[in-house]
């Protein structure tokens, strides 16, 4: 039994080792749901999954172990109690300590391990078509073929004149991508390239988030005070939403940021 018990174990280990790794360099959700994205067949969700399973694995394996060799490890316990008095035992604590402390104070050299994965998670950004909306996938046909300047069966009939699989325009992007072995970001990109000549005025899908209300009125040519008045028209609700906080938040920060 503790031979089964220990291969389990390590084998456990491995997987956990491996699709932490994975779960460190994998794109952002929005991303990895819209492009479908993959890794050894495996995408986003199935890493999540195997990564949490086997953690759960690995803790109650390691209750297990400790239970069936409980006497070993009391007895190891009390004769080596000189152990936790020790510079050594000391010291590791210590480090533990440190290293908990600086993740949560997001300082070097943790915080350069974490900027590195969000540098990794971006670059994905960079090389795949970034969805208009977060999970924009989950739309229906209906509702995407807005984005597009087109009616759902506008979009229904590009789609199947393209010999794609569609029931009806209320399927989500990912019902159809599902359904034709394909990701929704390549189905939204047939109904953009069947519109050029509306393309200009679709609004490019990413990078607002971080600009300002000022910055964006000036690329646009829109009236700062315009623009403001149809915000004060806003509901805080939908406001905090959009900058993807709750009320409370948005309202500590407006407060926060009034103050000299």
């Known amino acids: 039994m503790r031979k089964y018990l220990g291969l389990l174990l390590f084998f456990s280990l491995i997987i956990l ?55 070993v490890i009391k007895n190891y316990i009390l004769k080596k109690a000189v152990l936790f008095f020790s510079k050594e035992f000391w010291i590791t604590a210590g480090i533990t300590t440190a290293i908990f402390t600086f993740t949560l104070l997001n300082v070097p050299p943790c915080s350069t ?26 739309f229906s046909l209906n509702k995407v073929a807005k984005f597009v ?12 004149q393209e010999g794609l699989k569609v029931g ?20 939204y990109a047939i109904l953009l390239n069947k519109i050029k000549k509306n393309s200009e005025k679709i609004l490019p899908a990413t990078g607002w988030g971080r600009r300002t209300v000022k910055e964006v009125c000036k690329e646009f040519g829109i ?17 905090a939403s959009s900058a993807g906080c709750t009320p409370y938040e948005l309202v500590k920060r407006l407060n926060l940021s009034s103050k000299p």
């Open 168 to 187: 009806s325009p209320h399927e989500s992007l990912r019902e159809i991508a599902l359904k034709n072995h394909t990701s929704p970001a390549k189905i």
């Open 149 to 160: 300047n087109l009616s759902g069966e506008e979009a229904l009939k590009i789609l199947k």
């Open 17 to 71: 080792g491996f699709s932490g790794i994975v779960l460190y360099i994998i794109p952002h959700g929005r991303v990895a749901y819209w492009t479908f994205w993959s890794f050894l067949g495996l995408q986003k969700q199935d890493w999540e999954a195997v990564h949490t399973i086997f953690g759960f694995l690995f803790i109650i394996l390691s209750i297990w172990h400790i239970g069936l060799n409980w006497r």
């Open 113 to 138: 391990i974490i900027d590195l994965g969000e540098k990794i998670k971006d670059y994905w950004g960079t090389r795949l078509p970034n969805p208009p909306f977060p999970h924009m996938e989950l």
């Open 223 to 239: 009236s700062l005070d315009n623009c403001l008045e149809k915000l004060q028209k806003t509901s805080l609700k939908e406001a």
